[in-house]
């Protein structure tokens, strides 16, 4: 009896064994597929973790060739735009150059001149004289610079009484010298107050400016 006893204990223990044993197994197993298909995601997660740094990584060579092109070509702009400006600037220089050597002739040309010239731009404002038109208004001379009106030279002249026919009438003066010298059509004589007479002669010039000069006829009136 007791034979059958411990025979059915060792039974039923070879079952639970049994049991046990397959229960661990099929464990083993389950943790061994957690654990591949968690070395599969990892493997995944840093294939794709590599795949995003390779991305990162063109994107910066992508950025960097990008500032490296866009320096150059701003560069490049900034040479043409610099090389333009030289050359433009060259040209300002070389057209001033001629302008001034230009003037220069000209100066000295009507320096040599015996009679007294002057020049008025289109605004009626002084451009040049030479010395023999200032030696013939002394007293208004001192205003006789580069941009004075004409107008403000001759009311000058008549107020300090250089001009006999403007005395004790200046403005009506101004008003007749005015209409004479803006229509620049033909001679006049100036009475002035040191005795001489003076022949008037003004034109237009092609700017719309008057040239003008002024010969003492004195000898002539006296004659």
Not at 28 to 52: C, F, M, S, V, W
Not at 65 to 85: C, N
Not at 133 to 149: C, K
Request: with cysteine; proline share 2%.
């Amino acid at each position: 009896m007791q034979a059958e006893l411990a025979g059915n204990r060792m039974a039923t223990m070879d079952r639970k064994y049994t049991q046990l044993t397959g229960t661990l197994a099929q464990l083993h197993d389950g943790i061994a597929r957690i654990q591949q298909d968690n070395l599969a995601k990892q493997a995944a997660a840093a294939t794709e973790l590599r795949r995003y740094d390779s991305l990162i990584a063109a994107l910066i060579v992508l950025m960097v060739l990008g500032a490296i092109w866009y320096g150059y070509r701003i560069s490049r702009q900034f040479d043409s735009d610099t090389e333009e400006k030289e050359r433009h600037l060259a040209a300002v220089r070389g057209a001033q150059a001629q302008a001034q050597t230009s003037e220069e002739r000209l100066r000295t040309a009507i320096e040599v001149l015996d009679d007294a010239f002057v020049l008025y731009d289109a605004d009626d404002r002084l451009v040049l004289c030479n010395n023999r038109y200032r030696e013939f208004y002394p007293l208004s001379a001192p205003l006789m610079v580069p941009g004075a009106r004409f107008e403000d030279i001759i009311r000058e002249s008549a107020r300090k009484g250089q001009q006999v026919d403007g005395a004790n009438r200046i403005e009506e003066w101004v008003a007749e010298r005015l209409a004479d010298h803006r229509q620049a059509r033909g001679y006049s004589e100036q009475h002035l107050s040191d005795g001489r007479c003076l022949r008037v002669s003004e034109r237009r010039t092609p700017e719309g400016g008057i040239a003008g000069f002024r010969v003492d006829i004195s000898n002539l009136k006296s004659a």
